[in-house]
Structures are given as C-alpha cells and as structure tokens.
C-alpha cells in the first residue's frame, strides 16, 4: 500500500526550477544545513520532495545565479542537479521578443524565404569578378549580397582579407540595388562595415564563442536597423550555447540576430564538415530567431551544394546563405571548391522556393 | 632549376595503388630490403617515386590483401599508407552490378519513390491494430508494409518479440497484398521468415557489423528475389565499411541490397539520434545500391520526422522507410513515440513525391 | 511572497522515479486524466509536484515498464520524461551482486592487475609462432594468454578464422598453463571453445550489441567459471548501454562479466579509434564489474600502445588486454600493426604494475 | 606480365608533394591542359605519375598556395588532392626551432615536469581566498600560480572578470616568487597583462581559434620572454588546426607556445568534456612544443581530476595545470565544482612526478 500526500499550498518552485539528486536516498541533517546555507546566500531555500525509496530536493527563489549551482556541484554527496528551463531571457521562443521579426532588404524572415548569395571572398585585384558575380546572383533571384572582405584563415601566411574590397562590396551594392553581408573579426572591423553601410555582419564559425567580439558587436548596432548573421561554432556543441551567443548581441537592444548552422566538425567522410540543417527544428523550438542555412560550408564542395540547401529548406530554414562566382575557378579563397555558377543557383533556387511553398501550405 | 624525369614506359599500377609514405625523407637500402621481401611474399614489387625532397613508393601487383598493407603499417619507419580505390568487388559503382535495379512490390528504386511505412512492433496481444494499420499505410500511399516481429532490446527484461507476431503480419500482408519487411536477429528467424513469404529483410543498426549474421542471410537468399535491407550502424563510421556490410549479402549472389541511413549517435540534443540523411550523395557516389532512409529512427519523435523524411528526399534519397500506427498511443515498442498517424502519413507522402519530382525534373 | 507547503506524508516515489515534464507550466485536467488512464495500465499513479510557476508530475509504482514511457513521451504536450536510478538490476553497484569478484586463472580482478596477452589471431599454417608467443607473455608478466581463432572482418574476401586455431590455443594453454580468453561470434563458436576449456568469452566490438549472442552466451555458461570480456560497442554511445549488455550475461546467472573499453569511432586523427581508457571511473561509479582496457585496438600501432596502457591503470582500470606477438611482422590479422614484442610487453608490465601500486597505496 | 620503367633523374617533387587523383583511370588532354594552366599560374608544373590502370599527377614547385590547391579541388573531375607534409613552418618537429626549449620560472619544459596551480576565478572582493590559495599551491609544489581575472561565459549576465583581480594575481605572484598564467580575450587585456608582469598568456578554448587575437598577442610578446599557454579548441578538430594556432604566435618571432589538450565537446555522459590527454603523442610526432594538460576542464569535477592528470602524464604530456582552492566552496567561476583542496594537489603532485620519472627511466 502506498502512502499518499496533501500538498495545502503551491511549492512555490520559479521557472527555472532546478533539482538536486543526491547520491544517496536521502541526505543527513548536516547535508541539508550545508545546502540550505549555499542558496541562503543567493536568497533561496530547499524544498524537499520526499519519496518512499528516495527524496529529492527543489531550490525555490530566483536561482538562476550559476555560481550558486556550481558550489552545489561541488558538493561530494550530489549527483546532479536538473535545470528544465530556458536560460535565456530575450532569445527564448516565449520571451517578449517573440513576436520581432527580422527584415532585410525588404524580406521579412519566416513568411519569405531569404537568399543571400555571392562570394567567399572578394580578390582585390580583380574587382570585376565580384561586381559580375553581384548582378548575377541577383538575376538569379538572391535578395542579399555575400561578398567576404577580411578573412579568418588556419594558416598564418594565407592571404588574410583587405580593406580596399569593402569599397568594391559597397560598390557592388549600389549598382545592384542589394543590401550586403561580410564578415567581421575585430572591432576595427565593425566600425568600418558600418560606416560604409553594411545591412548584415557575420560572425564566423570560429568567432562565435568569441565574447569579445559579440558584446562590441551589440554594443556598435544598439537602436540600429542592422542585423547579425551568427554562424554556428565548428563543434557539436549543445544548442543553447548557440542560442546564449545570439543573447549577447539582444541583451545590447538588438533583436535582429539570424542563427545560421553551418557544419560542424568531425567531417563526414566526403563533405568538408557534418551538415547540420537538421538542428533547425530544435532551434525553432527554443527560440524565435529566424533560421539562415549554410550549405556551402556544411557540404564544402559545389557539387553537393544544392541538395544540402534544399534539405535546409525541408527542415524549416527561414533563409539560405550560398556561396556564388561568375567564374569559380577565378574566385580566391573557397570559391574555387565551393561557389556556384549563377546557373545553378537560380535553378536552385526556383527549387528552393518550391519545396518553401510545399511546406507553407501544408502547416 | 628543378631536374627533370622521363618516364619510359607505364608505371604497372593497379587499380588499388597503395602509396607508401615513410617518416623520413627516403628509405635506407635496409629499409627498402625489408619491405621488398615482404610484399614479394605477396607476389607484389616496389616502385619509388623520387623527389628533390622525399620520395614515396608505390606497391605493384595484386595488392588487395589486407595482412600485407598491415605488415607494412607495422613498420617503425612508415608513417602511413594511401590507398585509392574501391575496397568492395560487387557493391562499387564501377562494378558489373552497376546496372542492377533493385524492384520491390512493382517499385524499381531509383526510378520511383518507394515508400515503407508500419508499426515499429506488431503487438501479438492486438492483432487487430496492425491489420488497421496496414489498411491505412496502403491508403496513404505506402507500398511496403512494415512490421516488427522480434525486437533487440538494450533492457534484457523488456519484450522481445513473439513469432504469433509473423502470422499478423503476414495476414495483414495478404490482406492488402502488400509486400512485407521485417527484422530478423538469428539464424531461425531468417528461416521462419522467408518460409512465411517475408519480401524484405531488415538488419538492424545493433547488427549492421554482425557479419555472421549477414553471411547467414547472404546464404539464405541466395537466387532468390528476396531483399534486405540494411541498416546503417549506430556508430559514425566511414561509409566504406556501411557499403562492405552490404557486399556481404551480395557476395552470396543476391544483390537486392538496399543501404538504410537511420542516424547515428551521438544525440543532437533533441533528436533520439543524430540525423544521416545527408550521407546519401556519398553513398551514391561510391555505391550503385539504393538508398532507403529511416526518419522514424533518425529523430525518434513524431513531429520530427515529417521535415527529416522530406530533408532526405532532397538530399536524393530513393525511398523512405517510416513508422505508423493507426493509434500510436495503443502501439508497443517505439511506436507511442515514433509512429505517425495516417493522416499524417499520408500527407507526407505527397510531399515526399513532389520534392521527388521535382528532383527528377531538375536533373 | 512565496507560498509555504505541507508535506503529510512521504510521497511514494520509488527507486526509478520518472519525472513527466510538461511543455506548458500546467496540465489541463483532460492531459491529466489521459496520462492517468496510460500508467494506471502499468498499475501506477500521478503525483503532481505543483509550483508557483509549473508543475512537474511523478509516476508512482513499479515503473520500470519502457513501454508505459514511451507512450507517454509520445504524448505531444509532454516535453520529457526525466528518469533517475539504475536501469539494471544486476550489474548495479549497488545490487546483490556487489560484492561478487571475478577471478581468472588465480587473480581476483580489483585485488591485483590483471594482464592478458597474446596475439590478434592465431595463424593456423604456422602454429609455432603462437607457442612461442604463449610462453613468452607468460615470461613478460601475463596471467591470461590471449588468441584469436575466429575473426569478424569488414571485408567480406579476408581470412574468417579457423577451427584448427581453437587447438592450437588450448595446445599453448596446457604448455603454458595459462587460462585462454578468445572471441565467440556464433552459437556453434561458444560451445566448441566451452568444450575445448576456454576460460574467457570474448564479445567482440562489433557484436556488443548483438543481444541474440549475448542471450545464447549467458545461457551457455550459466553456473559455469567461464567469464566473459564484454568490449564496448564502435560507437560512443551511453554507458548505460555498455553495462546494460553486461546485463544480458548476469540475468542468465553469470555474473563474470568483465567490461572491456577498446576505443570507438571516430578516429582521433593519428590512432586507429578514439581512446576511451577515460570512462573507467565513470563506470565504476555505476556498476561493480571490473574494467580491463584494451589499449591495442584504441590506438591501433604498437608504439602508440604502452602509453595508453599505462593512462589506463592510471585511470583506475582493473587490467588490460594487449596484443603481443614474438614476431609481429609474421603475424597474421591485426598483429603486424599492433602487437608488441616481449620485450616491449615485459617492460609495461612492469611500469602498470607500478602506477597500480601507487594508486592502491594512495587511495 | 609487369611493364617497367626506368627514372632517368629525381621527379622534383617539392617537400609538400601535392598528389591530384582524377575520378577517371586517366586525364583528358582538356583536363590536363587546364590543370596545367592553373598550376602554371603559380609557378608549378605538372608530373603525371602512369599507371597501368590509373594515373595520378603531382605538383612540383612551390605548391604551398592554398588557392591553387582550392582551385584545383574545384574542378569536377578531380576526386581529391592529398597533401603529404607540414601546413607549418615554424612549429613542426623537424623545423629550425626543433631545438627550442621553453622555460618558465626555472623549469625547462620536455625535461621536468610543469604544474601550473591555482584558481579558475580570482574573486576581486575576497582577495584573501586568492593569496592563500597561492601560498598553499605553491607549498604543494605548483611551480606556476594559476588565476583568472577575466573569464569567458557563455551566459552574457554572468560574471565577466574585473580588472581588479589583475592587482590581486600580481600581489599573489609578488609574496609567493611564483610566475603567473591568466587568460587573455581582448587586446586591452593583453598591454595591461603584459604591464603587470604576467609570465604566461592564456588563450582560452573559446579563443583558440579568434586568429586575430592570435596576431595581436604574437605582435605583443615578440622578442619578450612571455609565453602563451594555447588551450585546444572545444572541437574536436584536426591536430594540424591547433598546432597551426601556435604558429599564429610563433611566427611573430616568439616561440613560447605550449600546447593545452583541456577535453573537446562532446561530453562523455559524466565528464563535462570528451577528456583528449591521448592526443599528446599525436602532438609531439608533429610539432616541438611542450604539452601542458588541463584535466580540471576536461572532467570538470574535482574527483575526477587526479585520475585524468595522471593519466596524461602517462600518455608523456610535459606539465599540467589544475584548478585548485583552500577552500573550494568559497571559490568562484568553477571553483566550486572544479578545484582541488590543497590536500589533494599534493598528493597528486606527489603521484604525477613518480609516473613522469617511471617513464623517463624507461625511455
């Protein structure tokens, strides 16, 4: 016969909820003192929830201060503590941002599918290639314009980006009429992207744990109308990680902040990193932020570009970011391995919008 | 100046090329001795190929077999082995397989989507869901009809299957008149399954790299019109060793081999495992047999699968194997969590094929 | 103002105590009633843990049943079941059986360093080869002489093993006088090695999971002194897993289950697998069985070994099992690669058996 | 029968030795004339390499382009380009600074072993913790004092650092004689680190591959006696990226760079990372430069910390560097779960020095 329970009143657990399981079915007096001091200190208390076999222990109070749960971590006699919700306030999908939506260039994410498109990296010796490749994406149906200017390399003797591209980036941008994305590593960097006239900085895979980087970033663009394209860090880590990087850029007054999975190491034996297009479900489950798919990274390689993108778009993605050159073979950085011609593009992206339209009508 | 070569006749590799790349600039005479001796005993002959730098060598003959390569590897001296080519006889692409189609129910893969759709597990208790279900696939649209006899189970203490199970399943088989697959895990299930008239073989993740099993079934199906399909192992392991699992079965003279991407682990946070369907275009370019992926199993919930299913079609997949239940809540095994609805099925099916078309379409 | 509670009685949990975590903070009385319905099934109830902000909900009973679990997780407005204690009965740490040691050949594995050793696979054209290995791990410091008779290959084409082996085996155990471990694949495999007096059952990596051998094993050598060497699966999946096949071996009535880390993919670029020597503690937090690590198959190359045997003892493990070879370059299998000389092998006996000793005189 | 050739001088083949293998058993004169042209562009030729069944072609010249190689992996007919030698100049074990030692604080790394101790997090309003923390690590046998000043957290209302702490880690340094290690994340850190007098610059895991802070750092320290202890990235990338890093550094004209295996993502259920103390030897074929583990991040608990450094003083690292605290509970940042009493260091101290001695007698 099991023994039953009256509970007079709510426990009056927040909504983060964290809950302490010890290693053994219950924990001595002195135990609970010890524990009951910690989250005194950060103005919690304990409430155990007793069982037959075993008792566990809710902490009550605005306990989402980390360093607390880190000292009972620390506790010998604990065996975990499970968190359940959200450790974000502004990205989370039932925050009061839930409802902003990001617009580019006059797409609004989640009810238009974006296409951004152009090159890896702009050859500042040979400018025609890019301002070729910005007319040519856009007849291919791209509503944003990709060109890279300083460029993140593994090798420290590779060319590394110039600023005279930013101008031939801006050049191509008035002539074609498309707002533009680059990259941008240093805080030199922001501030020049913005003086020309960037819509959209990238923050590149290597750079997205890069907490420097991000509060600068949402420090310069505060109260403006830019927007920051977030690529997925190169490690398979867990997605609020990502999510918590975009935070950095809201919490400075920015909303505008689009998550971009892009691969992650190890390699798939083939494609130059694990396609991750996948992870935009449980993104969209987590967080209102629009959803902007690099398949041209994920696969590395142009053969296998479109069917990565058209998956992305399967899956739910609000936007695809796609690598694009007149002439790959002329381009410098991964265009030679990765770009499309604006021939494959545009039947790509007619396919695109198709299986967009599939899904819209379907939900 | 750079000297020059000339080259005065074929250098007599074969197709396997194994290129031997030393630690050090060259190999000393001793070295060169050793490793000669060794792959004369396997009636193969050393070639170097000199450089300014550092020379490596290339081994002549009939080098396929694996103990001479291992013996070489053993060597202090050598940093590494490259080999080239294709491992698998039957299952490559350039094989003379390369023309077979693999018909299943009146579907040629390759030609036409080939849908499987049923329960994860037939409950012997409730015959009478199965056989709704197996109605219901049919309307939806699905061709195969799927149906889980014996199940492998982590827990030792959890159901296991029941052969009464075989006898539904075939009955709801000859009541819709649709072909059957089913998972077999031992040698007298493979008997019992064929004797009842079971048209696809399932390997399961948890067996994939049980070549003894494989063998048992290459064996048993040999001349017949029978296929199998394979599941990929739950590890994220080279694609080559996904195909050889299958040369297994085609060794025996059956090359109804269908290659079954179902995820791998570890996690995506999320997802029951981490989804594979991208590994389709790399299969496709080393391997003629078709590809069936698994989205049931991929993301291990209900909601995901309709967006992995269709991400896969994108990605070129021949066919989808999916679970569903006529009432998921009443199904055992994954179906609770895992099965769609036929409503829901049924709708992805429409889907599947118009991402299928258009596919077909394009290229 | 928080709100107080009362708690009259000890609410029920038992041991496993699954918490239901809704998606929203509160059930509807008709979720309620629904989820009532399925685990009154099980012969279980609900027990509400209400909070200010959401409320968890625990199942009270004996609620082991995987299927009522899964069918709830397939219930939609359910976004996790968190589970808490052991999943096995018998190879819990905490169970019966904790107190039961295993001992092979006169060691009492977590009492003294267990060291098996000896070849990958046993050639059968050149039998003196593995008499010479035999004696000579024995002169090196090993107390169990290893031989691989039958082998699991990728490659379909590849030597399969040999029966003859099986007597050239048990030939160097009567010479030596050392007990024999070597791997099963087959259920004919376990009978013959169990009638010809091997001591210990090897279930290979890629079997790990084959729950229909380890089923046919623990039948086989219920109530016997046979032991079995578990290896973990390829794949990085769960230790609950690896200790859950573990399971399978104990339920029948043996509990001589030794788990044995081997290294999984993916490979960590320069070793043959990802070395794994690292969950040994982790393991021992969950279960009593003794950790032999297998050092050979996770780095793959003879030099790479000692190393890794060594970070295993100092990892906590109980014993290890290395490839040894009197002539690795006349080996067959994985030998060439792998296997060290005597020599070799006696000095990282010595320097283990001194890492043991000052970790048991540490602790 | 074999045909044979006769190489009437040494194929120039440069150090690096780019081998382009075609899909196709040979090259079209089309294809070939195009390959040519690009190399040609770069100062190279082109060697087919003839085959009775394939051919290959390497690159002779100074192929170390990138570009080219991009370019080049671009064209449709290419299957892949393997590349055989060093990515970097300065940091390969067979470089000019082969013979490079680095020192700190009177140790000389490769011949003693280095522990680096201390807390993560310096807490700037309990400074007495930090000085006695000091005293105590150095009292255990730390040879570096460990502090952070500025931390790096995922969540952006966390606890960033305070410039404070820097004055508190230099008093520590001042009273105990003990060089200090702190990390570094923006420029404005590294001048006012470097004016304090820190001996060693942490680049953090999050950091490991921002290569503009990398340059800025390189640029700061060249000439100085400053070291950089490089922490690997969270992904578990290829070894050549992280050694790359150190080039970063080293090409400056600094050559302190020590390379920090501290655990990747994914976790290992139990470990707050995938533990990479075995990537050591793979380090040290590679490259000169001493390795230092981290186990406290690797394991991320305090009683998992000694097992882990022990056992990458097995697998032959040059130095450790652990978490300590007098008084754990009291610590910050991950203190609380991470920090060894100094007790404990001690101990481990003790046992670390006896493995490293048990190894350098072996060798």
């Not at 409430?47 to 971590?73: C, F, H, K, S, W």
């Not at 152009?118 to 990709?146: M, S, W």
């Not at 707002?179 to 590149?204: K, R, S, Y």
């Amino acid at each position: 016969m099991k023994s039953t329970v009256e509970i007079s009143a709510q426990i009056p657990f927040n909504s983060s909820l964290p809950m302490i399981l010890p290693k053994t079915p219950q924990l001595t007096s002195e135990q609970i003192a010890e524990i009951t001091a910690i989250v005194g200190e950060f103005g919690c208390t304990l409430q155990p929830i007793i069982g037959t076999v075993r008792t566990i222990y809710a902490i009550v109070g605005d306990e989402r201060d980390e360093l607390m749960i880190n000292r009972l971590e620390g506790l010998a006699y604990i065996d975990r503590i499970d968190r359940i919700q959200s450790p974000f306030k502004l990205m989370d999908r039932r925050s009061d941002l839930a409802n902003h939506r990001v617009k580019i260039g006059g797409v609004t994410l989640g009810r238009e599918l974006l296409i951004m498109a152009g090159q890896c990296t702009i050859d500042p010796k040979n400018p025609h290639y890019f301002i070729e490749t910005a007319h040519a994406v856009k007849e291919a149906g791209a509503q944003v314009l990709r060109g890279g200017v300083w460029k993140p390399r593994s090798n420290p003797y590779s060319f590394q980006g110039d600023n005279k591209s930013l101008d031939i980036l801006m050049d191509a941008s008035r002539r074609t009429g498309l707002p533009v994305v680059t990259e941008v590593m240093e805080p030199e960097h922001i501030q020049l992207a913005l003086d020309a006239g960037v819509t959209v900085l990238q923050v590149g895979a290597r750079n997205a744990l890069n907490y420097s980087l991000l509060r600068q970033i949402g420090r310069a663009i505060a109260g403006r109308d830019t927007a920051v394209l977030l690529k997925r860090s190169l490690h398979m880590g867990p997605l609020n990680e990502f999510i918590s990087a975009g935070e950095y850029i809201a919490a400075f007054g920015n909303p505008n902040v689009i998550l971009c999975p892009r691969g992650t190491t190890p390699t798939m034996d083939g494609y130059r990193n694990h396609p991750d297009e996948s992870i935009t479900p449980l993104l969209k489950e987590k967080t209102w932020a629009p959803v902007v798919v690099d398949p041209s990274h994920s696969v590395g390689k142009a053969i296998y570009v479109p069917a990565c993108a058209l998956a992305a778009v399967a899956y739910g993605a609000d936007g695809l970011v796609i690598e694009a050159h007149v002439s790959p073979s002329h381009g410098i950085g991964d265009d030679p391995k990765q770009a499309l011609t604006p021939a494959v593009l545009a039947g790509l992206i007619t396919q695109a919008h198709a299986i967009h339209s599939l899904r819209q009508s379907a939900s």
